[in-house]
Nanobody, 124 residues
């Protein structure tokens, strides 16, 4: 089992920045690719970004490309999502997810463990 805890969400004005963190615990000796997803009420969970275990491969949704950066520090068992130039449409609950594979993926069904989510609200 792997436990994931997100932090760093909050309220920010449009154009501002936030950095989300996801701390993992449990079977951290295994190698997990990680992802960030987001969800708003009444909508399906949406892919945001993902990163391979080594950190050498990253994927981004088109809507965040150039504004968000995913990274990881395996020594600290932590994954980050740096979000710059935030827009009101980025408002959502952001979830961290771990996948029992070294390879990153883009769909929620490919992930095995999920955090509880952290709210990000961007005001206009």
């Amino acid at each position: 089992q792997v436990q994931l805890v997100e932090s760093g969400g909050g309220l920010v004005q449009a154009g501002g920045s936030l950095r989300l963190s996801c701390a993992t615990s449990g079977r951290t000796e295994s190698r997990y690719a990680m992802g960030w997803f987001r969800q708003t009420p009444g909508k399906e969970r949406e892919f945001v970004a993902s990163i391979s275990w080594s950190g050498g491969i990253t994927y981004y949704a088109d809507s965040v490309k150039g504004r968000f950066t995913i990274s990881r520090d395996n020594a600290k068992n932590t994954v980050y999502l740096q979000m710059n130039n935030l827009k009101p449409e980025d408002t959502a609950v952001y979830y961290c997810a771990a996948r029992g594979s070294v390879w990153a993926a883009k769909t929620p069904d490919e992930y095995d463990y999920w955090g509880q989510g952290t709210q990000v609200t961007v005001s206009s």
